[in-house]
Each structure stands twice: as C-alpha cells, then as structure tokens.
C-alpha cells in the first residue's frame, strides 16, 4: 500500500453496500485529519454578519449522525443552541449558541401576540358585562320586591279604614247619631281619596317626561291647601312632630291643586320619617316677581353631601334611609321633582347632615 496515503486510507473498505453517512463520517474524519477545523474562521463570518454568536468545540459522549437545535427556555433571555458534528467518528462537534433578542422574538409573534391581547380584553369586558348585569338584576330585583311591600302598606291603610266605615255603616246604633254618621262618611271620603292620590302618583310616576302629566291649572289657596296636609299626615305614636303653616291667609298660588299638594305631602312625610323623635316642620313661601317658591324645612336627620346629587334620582335611597330599615322604594323625591318640572318649576335642596334641611319648591307664575 503507498505511504503516501493518509492514515484514513489505509484501510481495506469491502466492496459491500454501506449507508451513505458512514461514507460522510469517514470523509470528515479523513478531512479533519487532513485540515484541523478551526473557529477562527466561523467566527470572524458571524461577525461580519453582526451576530454575536458564541463558538466552542467539544467532544461529545457519542456519535452525533445530525445536527441538533436546542432552544434554551428563557422568558428574559431566550437562547438558541446547535451542535454540529464535524468529525463524527472522533465525536467532535462544534457548539454554536446565539442569544435572541426579545424584541425580535416579540416581532415575530407580533400577530399572536395582538389577537391574544384582544381576545383577553374581550373577555375581560365580557365579563364586567356580566357581573353587570347580574348586579343590575340584583338591583332591580329587590327594588320590585321593596316596591310590592311599600304598596302593600300604602294601600292597606286606607283599605282598613273603608272596611271600618263600612262595618260601622252596617251598625245601626253608630249611625242614629248624626255626628256619628257624618264623621263615618267623612273617613270613607278620605280614605278613598286617599286611594285616588296613591294611583295618580303610581300613573304619573310611569310617564317618561315631566311634559306628558295632564294638569288641571287653577288659582289655588295654598294656606288652605297646607292645612289640609297637615291634617292628613299620619304621625307616629312615638314621635313628638311640630308642623308649622307659615304660609299666609288666603294666599293663591296657579297650578295643579292635587300635584302640589302631593308634592308637599311628600316632603311632609319624608321630614316625619327622616328624624328623630322630635321634629319641628315648617311650610312657608316666598314671592317673587315671576314665581313663587314653596319652602318645607325641618330639623330632622339631615342628608349627607354624597347623597345630595342623588336624591331626585328614581329608586334611589340614601344609605342612611336604607339603614333606617323604614320601607320605601325611592320614588317620593322622584315624583316631586317630576311634578315640580310638569308646572315648568326647579326644585333645590339645601341639607347638612344632623341639622335638618330645606326644600325649595320654585314655581312660576306666568
């Protein structure tokens, strides 16, 4: 055999079928005996090619056939690793490993990366929707169950009142005395006034604008008129309440007899729920050149700062009403303000919490 062939040469190759990369082992091993790889050269590549790439050669446990890519995992600083075996028989391989930069890993999964974030905000809006309107169902569902009770009272005093008229009617030793008699027929007429006044508020409180309640406009005695409130409003046994007719004798006032007094009622009646077990009301007027305004203050609980803006809205309860545990589903200030805006008016309040407030009732008269 001549000496001047390699090492690699030498040997006696049988003339059998042998897979190809046994050849291409061979042929490596023959080339790395013959010229030594080197980094030097792959190195000063990448760097022509502005990639930092970090280069060592090592010598593996066994024989690599391929290349292999590992991607290091590393949310901060991600890592792709290859080796690449380049004299297979002696189990030498070169390891190359480059550092991705995050922001071209955030390019590359740009679109993904946009439709997952707009799938999350989907959901997330989806579901503040949903405990929405959970909490809206909530709502409105104890508003419905308060609205029931509070009309179940409203409606069984009166209803208690008639049945006891009507018994008395059918009494004949109650009605041989005249007085008796008249004073009977005089609870029935205001019980079912009384009733008459609950559905008005319950048809005018369903009308979506101010504009759409009928009026009946008239010259109306306001003293009058309060005195009638006054006589009308049912007191607690338990409370001491003071109500006051400041308005003067025989004072007229335009507009619809049976809202206004509705709208003062209210306000009696609230100032009466509102307060301690003593309580002073007083009902006085102001007159302007063009209007006049309805004055109803007390000395009552008062309504805090956070609830002012509040008040008039529909189904609204201060926390210090729904504290107080008295029933009402918040449509008495409601109705006020939507009465007072049928006759073209504003109403106000000025209130401090533990002193009291002020109701105004302004009212033109033109």
Not at 81 to 95: C, H
């Amino acid at each position: 055999m001549d000496s001047s062939l390699s090492t690699f040469q030498r040997f006696d190759i049988p003339k059998i079928s042998i897979k190809e990369n046994i050849w291409n082992a061979a042929n490596s091993a023959a080339l790395e005996h013959d010229v030594p790889f080197s980094i030097v050269g792959v190195d000063s590549i990448f760097k022509s090619l502005g990639l930092d790439v970090g280069i060592r050669l090592i010598t593996t446990d066994s024989l690599m056939w391929n290349t292999e890519h590992r991607l290091v995992s590393d949310l901060i600083n991600p890592r792709m690793k290859a080796v690449i075996p380049y004299s297979i028989l002696e189990k030498k391989a070169v390891e190359l490993t480059y550092d991705i930069p995050i922001s071209r890993v955030i390019k590359s999964m740009g679109t993904i990366l946009i439709i997952s974030l707009m799938l999350s905000v989907l959901l997330i809006v989806c579901l503040i929707w949903q405990i929405s309107t959970i909490r809206q169902l909530l709502k409105l569902d104890n508003v419905r169950n308060s609205f029931v009770h509070t009309m179940i009272h409203e409606l069984k005093r009166p209803i208690s009142t008639l049945k006891i008229c009507i018994s008395s009617l059918g009494n004949p030793r109650l009605i041989v005395d005249e007085e008796n008699r008249n004073d009977i027929i005089d609870d029935c007429r205001m019980a079912v006034n009384n009733l008459s006044d609950y559905f008005s508020r319950l048809r005018d409180i369903t009308f979506n604008e101010a504009s759409q309640i009928p009026l009946n406009i008239e010259n109306c005695d306001l003293h009058g008129m309060v005195d009638s409130i006054i006589e009308k409003t049912s007191i607690p046994s338990a409370k001491k309440v003071e109500i006051v007719n400041d308005i003067p004798s025989d004072f007229k006032i335009v507009g619809d007899r049976l809202h206004l007094s509705q709208i003062i009622s209210n306000l009696v009646e609230n100032a009466v729920k509102y307060s301690g077990d003593t309580v002073r009301i007083i009902i006085g007027c102001k007159t302007f050149e063009d209007d006049i305004s309805i004055i109803v203050k007390d000395n009552g609980n008062g309504i805090s700062d956070g609830d002012l803006n509040k008040i008039f809205t529909k189904f609204y309860r201060s926390s210090d009403a729904m504290q107080s545990g008295m029933p009402g589903v918040g449509l008495g200030l409601a109705y006020v303000k939507l009465l007072t805006e049928a006759h073209s008016g504003q109403v106000s309040v000025i209130s401090h919490q533990g002193k009291g407030s002020t109701f105004i009732i302004k009212l033109p008269q033109k």
